[in-house]
C-alpha cells in the first residue's frame, strides 16, 4: 500500500515538462494502489486547479484514478473544486457524474448553472459549463 503522504509529494513536484505524460501514469499506478481517497483527490483536483490549461489527457491517466473513489468522497471533491477553481477538465469530469444520472445528477447540474455565469473566471472555462448544460439540457 502506497502512503498518501508520498503521492502527495509526487502531485506537487508534478509540473508540465518534458516528462509530463511518463509522471502522470507513474503516479496514476501509486494511486491505483491506494486505498486513502480523500488526500489523494483532493491534491489530483488542486493539480488540475494549478495547470488549467495543460494537457492532462482525456480525461487522462490521474482523472481515471481518482475517479475510482467514486462514492468514497470523490463527488464531494471534485464539489469542492468546482467551487473553488474550475478547470475544463474538472467540468468534464462533472458533466461525467451527470451523465451517470445517479443520486448527484441535481448537484453536478446546479453548480453547472453557477460556474456558466461566473465572470471571474477565464471565458473558455465559463463558456465550457454552459456548453455543458446546454449538452444536458439538450439530452
Do not use: C
Not at 21 to 37: C, G, M, P, V
Amino acid at each position: 500500500m502506497n502512503s498518501s503522504h508520498a503521492i502527495v509529494a509526487a502531485l506537487n513536484s508534478l509540473k508540465p515538462g518534458s516528462d509530463w505524460e511518463q509522471r502522470q501514469n507513474e503516479i496514476a499506478d501509486l494511486i491505483e494502489a491506494s486505498e486513502e481517497s480523500q488526500e489523494i483527490v483532493q491534491n489530483v483536483l488542486q493539480l488540475f486547479e494549478r495547470y488549467p490549461e495543460a494537457d492532462f489527457g482525456s480525461p487522462g491517466p490521474l482523472a481515471h484514478s481518482i475517479e475510482r473513489f467514486y462514492g468514497r468522497g470523490y463527488e464531494d471533491q471534485l464539489l469542492a473544486s468546482l467551487g473553488r477553481t474550475p478547470t475544463p477538465l474538472t467540468l468534464w469530469l462533472a458533466n461525467r457524474i451527470i451523465n451517470a444520472g445517479d443520486h448527484n445528477r441535481r448537484r453536478f447540474l446546479t453548480i453547472l448553472g453557477s460556474i456558466g455565469d461566473r465572470t471571474d473566471l477565464l471565458p473558455l472555462t465559463a463558456e465550457e459549463a454552459r456548453r455543458f448544460l446546454r449538452l444536458q439540457n439538450a439530452g
